[in-house]
Structures are given as structure tokens and as C-alpha cells.
């Protein structure tokens, strides 16, 4: 049976080679798959061009009262 540590590690409780703690045992690494990438909330690409049309509208009301 192991215990379940911080970062994968597991102890499985053995009387074998390293000392952890007060018992000794093997202490052994199983790597953690990578979590999936996370996803950009549809919000945000809705925000950006609303202000790249804010802007745009901006610049172009500023720019035809100046050359027309």
C-alpha cells in the first residue's frame, strides 16, 4: 500500500535503503501528466474588439473632422 505525498512522490512503506522520517522505505517518483492547456474565455476576444472598434471609430471621427 503507499502513501500518497506532496508532487507525486509515493512511499510504499518497505524496510528497504532510505530512511524517511522516523521508518525507512523507498521513496519513489511517478511524474504527473501535464494539464491541458486552458482555454482564453470567449469575454476576452469579445473585449478586444470592442475596444479595437472603439479606437478604430475614435480615430476615424478624429481624422475626417480634421482632413474634410
Known sequence: MTNGLPGGLNYDGSTRDVEV???TGIVRY????PA???RTPWWRFALV???GLAVGGVAGVVLCSNFL
Open 21 to 23: 522520517g522516523p521508518t
Open 30 to 33: 511517478y511524474p504527473v501528466p
Open 36 to 38: 491541458p492547456p486552458v
Open 49 to 51: 474588439f470592442l475596444a
